[in-house]
């Protein structure tokens, strides 16, 4: 339980306000440009659907639908990592296991990026 004499006074510090806002803003702009996204893979399976692999070959290797494809992943990634900060800075209590949720929820959230860019980037360059 925190003490309520704690946080009335002004000197103590619970955190970075910067820090906090930076994140907020991030996680708004995140998800109004998933907004957009969203429009832009419904028109993606739209064009796949039925697509032999020639087909999704040949759609990836325009430069336009593979860079905003490689911003969608990127894109998605941060939010969801900032997503799942926010629920285990609200439910992990144990400062040990708080660290480790966050250091874990940054490996698979950049690791998913790294992999859906990867794998992008092979099946624009390499087929």
């Known amino acids: 339980?925190?003490?309520?004499?704690?946080?009335?006074?002004?000197?103590?510090?619970?955190g970075d306000a910067r820090h906090a806002t930076r994140m907020f803003r991030q996680q708004r702009l995140t998800g109004a440009l998933n907004i957009g996204f969203l429009a832009?893979?419904?028109?993606?399976?739209i064009n796949l659907a039925g697509a032999g692999r020639?087909?999704?070959?040949?759609?990836?290797?325009?430069?336009?639908?593979?860079v905003i494809t490689a911003a969608l992943i990127i894109n998605a990634g941060l939010h969801m990592r900032i997503g799942m900060?926010?629920?285990i800075e609200?439910?992990?209590?144990?400062?040990?296991?708080?660290?480790?949720?966050?250091?874990?929820?940054?490996?698979?959230?950049?690791?998913?990026?790294?992999?859906g860019i990867l794998a992008l980037v092979k099946l624009v360059l390499w087929g």
């Open 85 to 87: 900060m926010e629920v």
């Open 1 to 14: 339980m925190i003490d309520k004499a704690v946080l009335s006074n002004p000197k103590t510090h619970y």
């Open 54 to 66: 020639d087909g999704v070959l040949a759609l990836l290797h325009n430069p336009l639908v593979s």
């Open 40 to 45: 832009f893979f419904a028109w993606l399976m």
């Open 90 to 115: 609200d439910y992990v209590a144990t400062p040990g296991r708080n660290r480790l949720a966050l250091t874990l929820n940054n490996i698979v959230a950049y690791g998913a990026m790294v992999l």
